[in-house]
């Protein structure tokens, strides 16, 4: 979740009119990894994750992820 969109921020950058002739390798792999859907459970996993690496960036997966409600409430907790 976190490695792909940060992949699809650099990419984004990268060529953001999209050219051809920009194009990384890979490139659509990285759409198709994000269409898997990841449950709530595991989305909680991977913020407790986060947490146990690096809380002072774990505090900041709400803002990056507003769409997620399950972040948004254990951003409450803390």
């Not at 490695?3 to 198709?32: F, K």
């Not at 809380?55 to 907790?77: I, K, N």
Request: net charge negative; with cysteine.
């Amino acid at each position: 979740m976190i490695q792909a969109n940060e992949v699809e921020r650099l990419v984004t950058w990268y060529n953001p009119l999209s050219r051809t002739d920009l194009l990384i390798p890979g490139e659509d792999d990285i759409a198709l990894w994000r269409t898997h859907a990841v449950t709530e459970k595991q989305y909680r996993e991977l913020a407790r994750l986060a947490w146990d690496i690096s809380p002072e960036l774990a505090v900041f997966l709400p803002d990056r992820f507003a769409t997620l409600p399950c972040l948004l409430s254990m951003h409450t907790a803390v």
